[in-house]
């Protein structure tokens, strides 16, 4: 009888149903992550093996398909934009006046010299869209208990086909990520802090990208500002804007 | 003896003709094996040297690591003032800085939106100095097939084959896209000055080359390269001086912590280069001795066939009182007169047929379509001073030796029953 208790008030303390399934814990965290539209200022530092640079950005992201991107700082990359319309990539360069489209494995380059690729920015679905998940374990992370979950893709086309993720049990955040290759070679971690809650989400503030491919020390990815469902207007995500 | 010993010879086609032709044969092709051997090496060893590893290459100990990923992130620093410090401590080597990149070239159409695009392999290289050599080392002139060499930092050459799979010609402007050497997006327009055609299949896929200002501006590389690339003066690559050079150079940078620190390696030290020349050496070595003990044992037999075939011959001059050595010996005077003849005929003939293929070439570019080595697609022999005695070994001594071991017979006839012997 005290043992019932006693697990009734753990699950009651940690914010969540014990019978919850790894769909539903994934679905979870889609909300806190994804939204109709989202505008964010960040800092990208990154930290090669020469030493590190920081760029700073605003992007406007409309749902998962459309996104626009304006370097701000450093003064090579100030006005350098990027335009993600429905799975395409264009860059803007002021210095040549040109719009070049990204396509094919040039993506899966790493942008800017960062540890993420330009398919990790464009990839912006939603997990439940792309993987089909399970618990495998339970951890704690910097005191936070998490669930380890095991996501592999359902479509064909995602960027990694596998992904183990440490789930906050309480905020529904990941915490921690690993992405995998079809043959399990581990490509990348990202290790996420600094959860805020933001009109009534929990958000990560502070990522820490590691290309395990390359040497460095990583690239940390620090959102300074964000704000949900704002009134973007429709021309942001044209070519024009581009140019503008 | 011997006017008369070439008149028996020229007289008698049956002991001379046949003879002379297998050694003949045989000699050409010697020749020819060892012309083509040195040649097809020779072109791809200083194919490499030229476009990949010089003689001697200073780089990062990080680039050198990596270097076939052309990483302009791991490139040298303050290479101006270590090419001077190069150039007074090593006066006996040309030193030239360059930058190899990657990255991708987007032709624009009528407004200014991605026609067709590409990723090519870059190569910064100094065009535009008044004594620039690099040009030289590229064969640019020649390769240089329509339009012209680039006249300023905003031109660039194109592979030919490139241009055409995406319709650009000479006039036409392109963007470099690809990553500066800090990491940030390096964007850079040309003009395409000229197409060239390397007559590799490796380069000839899909290369640009443009001045080595241009490609420090385009890759924010001022004061740094990928590479400095040394070559003796003469040409020639010296194993010995590179190594003693190279040695010298890295005896002051004990290996340490700093990635960046710069190193020297020779040409035999990269990208497999050691184990390729001794390997195609060793492999060419084994070739010709093969080909040279092939052709000595058909010429050894051709000589034991002709003694063997004089045994009747040889029984009327014993009768006739001719001493047993004098035989012997004027067998070898003949078979060394054959065997000299068949030599020069056959290495004439194998040096005309060098030269032809030395001049002319054989094309072998659809063959190496697939490959990734650094050669030719059209290959020539090389002739060299080996290739005027070489044919001599096979043609002269086993004709000898074979004639000379077949020889050993008249000494052991008896006198005694030459006549029985004659009558039978």
Sequence with gaps: ?244 | MIRFLLKGILHDRHRSLMPIIVITTGVALTVLAHAWIQGVMGEAYTMSAHFATGHLKVMTRAYAEDQAQMPVDLALTGTGEMVEQLAAEMPEIDWAPRIRFGGLIDFPDSAGETRAQGPVAGYAIDLLSPDAREPGRFNLPQALHSGRMPRDEREALITHDFAEKFAVRPGDSFTFFGSTMEGSLAFHNFTVAGTVRFGSEVLDHGAIIIDLAAGRQTLAMQDAAGEILGFFRNGRFDRQVSQQFADRFNSGRPPGADEFAPVMITMRDQEGMAQLIDYTNAIGTIMVMIFVLAMSVVLWNTGLIGGLRRHGEFGVRLALGEEKSHIYKTLIYEALLIGLTGSVTGTLLGLGLAWYLQVVGLDIGNAMKASTMMMPSVVRTQISATDYWIGFIPGLLSMTLGNALSGIRIYKRSTARLFKELEA
């Design chain 1, 1 to 244: 009888m005290n043992y019932k208790i006693l697990c009734l008030a753990l699950a009651f303390l940690s914010g969540s149903s014990p019978a919850q399934t790894a769909g539903e814990i994934i679905a979870k965290v889609d909300e806190n992550l994804s939204a109709r539209n989202r505008v964010t200022e960040s800092a990208m530092t990154i930290h090669g093996r020469r030493g590190s640079r920081t760029l700073t950005a605003k992007s406007y992201a409309e749902g998962t398909r459309k996104a626009f991107t304006e370097y701000l700082s450093p003064a090579a990359e100030q006005g350098t934009k990027m335009l993600k319309l429905e799975g395409q990539l264009w860059i803007y360069s002021p210095g040549t006046d040109r719009t070049v489209q990204i396509s094919g494995h040039l993506l899966r380059q790493s942008m800017m010299g960062s540890d993420l690729s330009y398919e990790d920015m464009m990839d912006d679905r939603k997990l439940t869209e792309i993987y089909d998940a399970a618990i495998t374990g339970e951890e704690s992370i910097d005191g936070r208990p998490t669930w380890i979950l095991e996501l592999t893709a359902r479509v064909t086309d995602a960027a990694y086909p596998k992904q183990k993720i440490w789930v906050d049990r309480e905020r529904y955040i990941p915490l921690r990520q690993e992405l995998y290759a079809r043959s399990g070679k581990l490509l990348k971690t990202a290790l996420l802090t600094d959860v805020q809650q933001i009109a009534g989400r929990w958000y990560p503030m502070k990522m820490l990208y590691k290309d395990m491919l390359r040497q460095g020390k990583g690239t940390e990815f620090l959102t300074k500002k964000i704000a949900f469902d704002q009134a973007i207007p429709e021309w942001i995500f044209s070519k024009a804007a581009l140019k503008q």
